[in-house]
């Protein structure tokens, strides 16, 4: 396996940066726009992610994740410009959280620790988007969480290894945007069966 760390943590991160294009495209166009105080939570997240396994000793697998916090920081500027919101309560609660990782790491010297509380802040981040997806599962573009889930599992692959600090995160973000994924498709289908109109609004990403 460690012959395909290589190729497969690069092309982890080629499927990041094509996952990131379509919803920066309909950013652009206005089709999108993204929730300002939800892509600051992800871009911390994913900074804190890239340093934590990058000072565990992460090699390729690192690739997605250092991909993946400069798209999320890209889209971020968007938003302060073409996106909604601010941050809600919920939403400092989530960055006190990754922010409690880094200070868990920072003290104690376990970049575990940041990679966890990243995991649980991220999934509640998922959470909150659940009930706009599944009443409304056009607003948010399934490709992008197929390919997330695709990179993710090839991220995991390129770790080479049996190390839970270094797979916990593409493992985790392998699932959770198939998770995603799977709720748009199965929701898409449902409301196609039914005869309902689609409706448009603003989609968030995982």
């Not at 940066?17 to 892509?39: E, F, S």
């Not at 997240?45 to 992460?58: E, T, Y």
């Not at 659940?130 to 990179?151: C, I, M, Q, R």
Request: hydrophobic letters at 55%.
């Amino acid at each position: 396996m460690s012959e395909l760390a290589a190729p497969l943590g690069v092309l982890a991160g080629l499927i990041a940066v094509a996952d990131t294009i379509p919803y920066v495209r309909d950013t652009l166009r206005g089709a999108t726009r993204p929730h300002r105080g939800t892509w600051l939570i992800w871009g911390v997240l994913a900074i804190v992610v890239c340093l934590s396994q990058r000072a565990d000793g992460a090699s390729w697998s690192l690739v997605m994740a250092a991909t993946q916090a400069v798209l999320t920081a890209l889209i971020f500027l968007l938003a302060i410009r073409l996106g909604d919101g601010g941050l809600s309560t919920p939403e400092l609660v989530m960055i006190a959280i990754a922010l409690a990782g880094v200070a868990g790491w920072i003290i104690a010297q376990e970049p575990l620790s940041a990679t966890v509380c990243v995991v649980v802040a991220d999934l509640i981040g998922a959470a909150l988007m659940v009930p706009k997806t599944y009443h409304n599962p056009h607003s948010e573009t399934l490709a992008t969480f197929v390919l997330a889930s695709l990179g993710g599992a090839l991220a995991a692959a390129a770790v080479g290894t049996l190390d839970p600090s270094l797979l916990l995160y593409p493992a985790y973000y392998c699932l959770i945007n198939g998770a995603i994924a799977l709720l748009i498709h199965h929701r898409r289908r449902a409301l196609a069966s039914h005869g309902a109109p689609t409706a448009i609004a603003a989609p968030l990403a995982a």
